[in-house]
């Protein structure tokens, strides 16, 4: 019962929509409204500017961060098995990340995941965090598409969590890898409207309204 209570906490506190919160107290404006209406990092930037959208992916990243450190503060208390704990600290990023997909206060819906995501991999495994980024960077800087530096690192998120393990000489915890690899499908499936954007070509690139460069 205490467990299901934290994991109902974790996606309460995923579901906290920082982007509209932002959008509607600073910018006056409802981003669900403006450009594609996600309430993410990338389209408050777009709409709104960069310090907007930098403080929203600073919180929503935050809010990963924090779901997994509350995990790894009370959670070892109540298992001794070390790669148990691992289960129930990945289950926990995974479910702050879905909370913030599918927030309660917006009635099931809410932004893509990713800088929740990587709030998460931040405290969950760092080494895995810094080669999913160098992925969504490489492709960042190569294309300046957000989107595209997203689904690229979504792809190669769930293989890291055994790469890393490999490359230390340590065994994987294979139902960690089985958790990013499901969430990893549920963000790249939510990205499908990007995905037939690129395809087609159509995908604008991540630059601001404020400075006059928005592609959309």
């Not at 919160?21 to 990338?42: A, E, F, V």
């Not at 907007?52 to 779901?67: I, M, N, Q, R």
């Not at 298992?79 to 926990?92: G, H, N, P, R, Y």
């Not at 957000?146 to 769930?158: D, E, K, Q, R, V």
Request: proline share 3%; hydrophobic share 55%; glycine share 10%.
């Amino acid at each position: 019962m205490y467990l299901i209570s934290f994991f109902i906490l974790v996606f309460l506190l995923g579901g906290i929509p920082f982007g509209l919160l932002i959008s509607r107290y600073w910018l006056k404006i409802d981003i669900r409204q403006q450009g594609s209406g996600n309430i993410g990092m990338t389209n408050v930037m777009r709409v709104g500017g960069k310090l907007p959208g930098l403080l929203t992916f600073v919180l929503d990243f935050g809010k990963g961060s924090v779901a997994v450190l509350l995990a790894k503060t009370f959670i070892p208390a109540l298992v001794i098995d070390i790669e148990t704990q691992k289960i129930f600290l990945s289950l926990a990023g995974v479910i702050v990340v879905c909370g913030h997909v599918f927030s309660v206060f917006l009635r099931f819906k809410g932004g893509k995941g990713i800088s929740t995501l990587f709030g998460v991999l931040a405290v969950l495994n760092l080494n895995i965090g810094i080669c999913a980024a160098i992925v969504w960077l490489v492709m960042f800087f190569w294309r300046h598409i957000s989107s595209l530096s997203g689904i690229t690192m979504l792809t190669a998120l769930p293989w890291l969590f055994l790469l890393i393990p490999w490359v230390k000489n340590e065994s994987p915890v294979w139902p960690v890898f089985f958790l990013f690899l499901l969430l990893s499908s549920l963000l790249v499936y939510k990205h499908l409207e990007n995905l037939k954007r690129l395809l087609k070509g159509q995908e604008g690139q991540l630059s601001s309204s404020k400075n006059n460069d928005l592609h959309n």
